[in-house]
């Protein structure tokens, strides 16, 4: 079955930087488009960015110039490097694919950016 296993969350001060991995397994994981969401307190889920299975990035206009997804289709992973964080950008952060119509996310990680 599908499993996406994120990881790299933590506590960082404003213009800091972190890195997000997604361990990926379950789907043949080259074939798929791969995307970040994040979810802050009291706020619905939204897509952050999105990697096509061809490489083709988007992002959300609040990240773009400051996010960074990208894909290893050897390991099957996924990562979202971040940098110049701001306080809005706390969130639980998760891994996402769509197989068969369905979608799924991972348990998340934890991202808090303190002023």
């Known amino acids: 079955q599908v499993q996406l296993v994120e990881s790299g969350g933590g506590l960082v001060q404003a213009g800091g930087s972190l890195r997000l991995s997604c361990a990926a397994s379950g789907f043949i994981f080259s074939t798929n488009t791969m995307a970040w969401y994040r979810q802050a307190p009291g706020k619905q889920r939204d897509v952050v960015a999105m990697?096509?299975?061809?490489?083709?990035?988007n992002y959300v206009d609040s990240v773009k110039g400051r996010f960074t997804i990208s894909r290893d289709n050897v390991r099957n992973m996924v990562y979202l490097q971040m940098n110049s964080l701001k306080p809005e950008d706390t969130a639980v952060y998760y891994c996402s694919t769509t197989r068969n119509g369905t979608p799924y996310w991972g348990k998340g990680t934890l991202v808090t950016v303190s002023s």
């Open positions: 990697i096509t299975s061809g490489g083709s990035t």
